[in-house]
């Protein structure tokens, strides 16, 4: 028995320094701003043959509950905080299911940036190198609105860090069928009633969101959710 704890053990201290050997961390440095991965209305678009071209982001793509229910929001402010460099103050709009538009506000805290090393081929452009950060989310929604509450959870954005240091929207293999970014994971919690749903966010694709997507080269909801607010969604 102790014998197979100690290989136990071994291999997964093993593993834990093979993923430590792909990073490099860079989240002690102050000094980059993450801001424009979360706001950016554009990003450069890299195919599989390296070309590059500006392209829209499009509207960010949400679901509440078990049942789905869309979930719409846009960033309209993201400022790094003045007295601590990983807080990020943000402000917006969203929207659950068939409802209104209501102000959010919230913040952004870094908890943790690396970068790949650039032995890994396919995890470093010319110019720059893969990364990917991560922030501990906190949204509240207006307190008048009808139905509102907050949301809590993980943001995960993957960036290039520029030869330059600048951190960059990674779009490379933008056009590929299973493209995502900027992906959120989390739940919602009701001001009044303290029930929490699942919610989540991405770019171009929602994370855990089961049977909802269908979509094959893009994403498109199942038809049997489409009462939950995605009725106009692909008008």
Do not use: C
């Amino acid at each position: 028995m102790k014998k197979i704890f100690l290989m136990l053990t071994v291999i997964l201290s093993n593993a834990m320094f093979a993923q430590d050997d792909l990073f490099n961390n860079i989240f002690p440095e102050k000094s980059f701003d993450y801001a424009s991965l979360i706001s950016s209305k554009t990003f450069e678009g890299i195919d599989n043959e390296g070309y590059k071209k500006v392209v829209e982001r499009g509207a960010i793509l949400g679901a509440v509950g078990d049942n789905y229910t869309r979930w719409q929001l846009d960033f309209t402010s993201v400022k790094k905080d003045s007295q601590n460099p990983y807080i990020y103050n943000v402000t917006g709009n969203t929207k659950i299911g068939n409802g209104n538009f209501v102000p959010f506000t919230g913040t952004f805290e870094l908890i943790e940036s690396k970068v790949y090393k650039k032995p890994k081929s396919k995890n470093f452009v010319i110019d720059g190198i893969k990364g990917k950060a991560k922030f501990k989310v906190h949204l509240d929604m207006d307190k008048k609105a009808k139905n509102a509450g907050s949301f809590d959870g993980e943001f995960t954005s993957k960036y290039i860090l520029t030869n330059d240091n600048h951190l960059l929207y990674d779009g490379m293999g933008f056009v590929s069928d299973s493209f995502n970014n900027n992906y959120f994971t989390g739940h919602f919690t009701d001001y009044k009633t303290k029930k929490q749903i699942p919610a989540n966010f991405g770019d171009y694709r929602i994370p855990n969101s089961g049977d909802l997507d269908i979509g094959v080269a893009e994403f498109s909801p199942n038809e049997k959710y489409l009462k939950n607010g995605w009725e106009n969604y692909n008008q």
